[in-house]
């Protein structure tokens, strides 16, 4: 049983569209990372969230942690042919280090 | 900028092998942590390592070990090979003395295992 499961699994949208990805779990997070991973490469961070209900904003991108720190959201606006690749969310459970429970990925195709 | 090196990008095994995959990182970073992707499964932590020579378990340890001797290199080990441990593998590193630090990956390995 995955601890963060993300929503959708596959997305593929225009060029110019908005999306959402989403991120959820049961448990509570101390924090939320999200990373980018493009073919035959290794995942890349995004962006971190520590604080219940913190918004942050990567230029088109908008990173959510959601208020209970049990999920987080990332919309993208206008998206673009070079946003394509796979997402993933990363989170990390008080008391445990350094070690972040990754999500199951949301792969999303931008068609020009 | 942080490099993690990863030996091989792919990798051809038999049944029963023996299969090292190695991992160095340059930035003198205490965590190294190896990863399996599979699809629709996300990453999952099969090892991870706070120290030289301290080794924890991870998700899915089974059918796997690790050797940290050197704090640069961590290394997967799978003991005798089977074909569901044909994935994607991914080291990462971090460092230890701050929060909420990112994980600088490798490129992966693409293992089969026939």
């Known amino acids: 049983t995955q601890l963060l499961e993300q929503s959708p699994q596959f997305l593929s949208i225009q060029e110019g569209e908005n999306l959402t990805v989403y991120c959820n779990s049961s448990?509570?997070?101390?924090?939320l990372q999200w990373y980018r991973q493009e073919p035959g490469e290794g995942p890349v961070l995004l962006v971190t969230?520590?604080?219940?209900?913190e918004v942050k904003k990567l230029k088109r991108l908008t990173f959510q942690f959601g208020d209970a720190r049990k999920d987080s959201s990332l919309h993208i606006t206008a998206a673009q042919t070079g946003d394509t690749g796979l997402y993933l969310c990363a989170g990390a459970i008080w008391n445990t280090g350094n070690q972040f429970y990754f999500g199951t990925g949301t792969s999303l195709t931008v068609i020009p | 900028d942080v490099k993690v090196t990863q030996s091989s990008r792919y990798l051809v095994k038999r049944t029963g092998e023996k299969v090292f995959l190695e991992c160095v990182q340059d930035m003198d970073h205490e965590n190294m942590f190896w990863y399996r992707q599979d699809p629709g499964l996300g990453l999952r932590l099969i090892y991870f390592?706070?120290?030289?020579?301290?080794?924890e378990k991870g998700d899915i340890p089974e059918g796997y070990s690790v050797s940290r001797e050197k704090k640069e290199r961590f290394s997967l080990i799978l003991e005798s090979a089977s074909t569901n441990q044909t994935s994607m593998y991914l080291c990462?590193?971090?460092?230890?003395?701050?929060?909420?630090?990112?994980?600088?990956f490798g490129d992966g390995t693409r293992l089969s295992i026939l």
């Open positions: 990462a590193s971090s460092p230890q003395d701050r929060k909420n630090q990112p994980q600088h």
């Open positions: 390592s706070y120290d030289v020579k301290m080794k």
């Open positions: 969230v520590v604080t219940g209900g």
């Open positions: 448990s509570v997070f101390s924090s």
